[in-house]
């Protein structure tokens, strides 16, 4: 950008490479206030959003190198960078890492910046054997690239084809990279990129960026003539020619190098916000799972292992009370233990003194078992204990559903959630699983009674 006096301005940066930046770092924060259980688990997650604000923040381009094993990556990036620092080998699978190969002398600069850096990413080759999970890192590596070099040295196979449709559905910026074309003789190699630039690849990548190259050509016989008129041959190794791709790459860059980064990194920060929300409510719905589960135990054993007065077994006991705690806690809502209390009581009621009333007739029973057979018995205290239990599960569900709706109802009425809770909860099922937990508890607690001495 030139200014009326033919100077280069400092451009500001613009609306578009802004937003981006607010969108990564947006996307951060809404995780950072997360629990450290949930933290542990996003971890990752926010490191890889965390790297891709310092990236922008500093204008790096990164170039990622992909494509099938022995097609010549390595070389590739050797030859661009005019080093030979990622190992080239005729073996297929020989690069295991990502190498991260910083390209000095571009000469291309994100408007905007002072100075910037861009790097050219070597990975993985695809399709190599038992190398699935290396294959995925390249690609994963790939779906973070501001540019993907897509490297090939025939005509497509399907792992390949199918990687570049990913690739263009992503809406990556794809250059097609015909390698080791020394290979190939001119006719063949015309009949290839006929091929490349017909209708199978039309939609998918545009005919000014597929590219040919020889990264590092197969040595070839040079006759060397002498003044003598003696002829000799030897055998050399041809200089790699990748500048039209050099120039292909930077051509794009210039065009839309900021656009390209710009647009990355928005569509990474919202896939990993959608990732991330997804495996938040998945970690909650678990944890939540676990908590109501193992409160509903408890408050069974309580009941089971000591015959209790008859406002215990009815439901808003301290157990009730400190799973709807717990349960807040884990949806990032704080609620105090009154409160926690009255939400216990509320439910009840809306559950319309069902399960109160079966509470009631169990405890009822087990009084009556009690005066007839003893306390104690397992035949009085399982029963019990696993209706109470079943009390505290389907207050921890109702509870489970108002915390998912941020601490209310939705549009729902109390009455008609908890209805619905319990029309969808196998009573029977949890029941018998409770019994079972309370078997197992007696047997292991040797002070127990099994029932059957009694
Ligand atoms: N004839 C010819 N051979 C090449 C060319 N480029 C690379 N090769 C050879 O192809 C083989 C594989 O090259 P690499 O650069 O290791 O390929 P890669 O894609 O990095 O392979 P992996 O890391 O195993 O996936 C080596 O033997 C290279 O010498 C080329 O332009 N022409
Ligand atoms: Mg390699």
């Not at 091929?195 to 197969?218: C, H, M, S, Y």
């Not at 209805?419 to 019994?435: A, G, H, R, Y």
């Amino acid at each position: 950008m030139n200014d009326e006096n033919g100077n280069e301005k400092s451009e500001e940066l613009d609306d578009d490479y802004l937003a981006a930046i607010d969108a990564v770092r947006a996307a951060i924060e809404r995780f950072e206030d997360c629990g450290e259980a949930e933290r542990q688990e996003l971890q990752n997650d926010l490191d890889e959003l965390s790297r891709m604000a310092e990236k922008l923040e500093s204008g790096r381009v990164e170039i990622v190198v992909f494509g099938e094993i022995s097609t010549g990556k390595s070389a590739l990036v050797n030859a661009l960078v005019g080093e030979d620092l990622t190992q080239v080998n005729v073996q297929g699978g020989w690069t295991k890492d990502l190498w991260h190969v910083p390209w000095e002398g571009t000469g291309y600069r994100v408007p905007g910046f002072a100075k910037t850096e861009v790097v050219l990413i070597d990975t993985p080759g695809l399709n190599e054997v038992s190398g699935e999970q290396r294959g995925e890192m390249a690609r994963v590596a790939a779906s973070k690239a501001d540019l993907v070099l897509f490297v090939t040295d025939s005509d497509l196979n399907e792992t390949e084809h199918s990687a570049l449709v990913d690739l263009a559905d992503a809406h990556k910026p794809i250059v097609l990279v015909l390698n080791k074309t020394d290979l190939y003789r001119r006719e063949e190699l015309e009949q290839l990129l006929t091929l490349f630039k017909g209708p199978r690849l039309a939609g998918l990548i545009e005919a000014a960026n597929i590219v040919t190259t020889q990264a590092d050509p197969r040595e070839k016989e040079y006759i060397i003539e002498s003044a003598d008129g003696s002829t000799r041959s030897e055998w050399r190794k041809p200089a790699p020619q990748v500048e039209d791709l050099r120039i292909r790459i930077l051509e794009v860059l210039e065009a839309e190098g900021k656009a390209l980064i710009a647009l990355n990194a928005a569509m990474f920060a919202a896939d990993k916000s959608d990732r991330m929300a997804a495996l938040r409510v998945r970690l909650r719905e678990d944890r939540a799972a676990k908590t109501i589960w193992s409160f509903a135990v408890t408050k069974s054993l309580a009941v089971a292992l000591n015959p209790v007065p008859a406002a215990d077994v009815l439901g808003g006991t301290v157990v009730d009370a400190t799973m709807v705690v717990t349960l807040g806690r884990i949806y990032g809502i704080d609620i105090t233990t009154s409160n926690a209390r009255a939400l216990v009581t509320s439910i009840l009621k809306a559950a319309g003194w069902v399960m109160l009333s079966e509470a009631v007739v169990s405890y009822a029973s087990s009084v009556f078992k009690a005066l007839t057979v003893g306390i104690g018995s397992a035949a009085t205290m399982i029963p019990q204990g696993a209706a109470a239990g079943y009390g505290s599960y389907i207050v921890g569900q109702a509870a489970r559903y108002y915390f998912q709706h941020g601490a209310s109802w939705g549009n729902a009425s109390a009455k008609q959630v908890i209805t619905q809770i319990l029309e969808n909860t196998d009573k029977e099922s949890v029941l018998e699983q409770l019994k079972e937990e309370i078997k197992k508890k007696i047997s292991l607690n040797p002070y127990a009674g099994d029932g059957s001495q009694n």
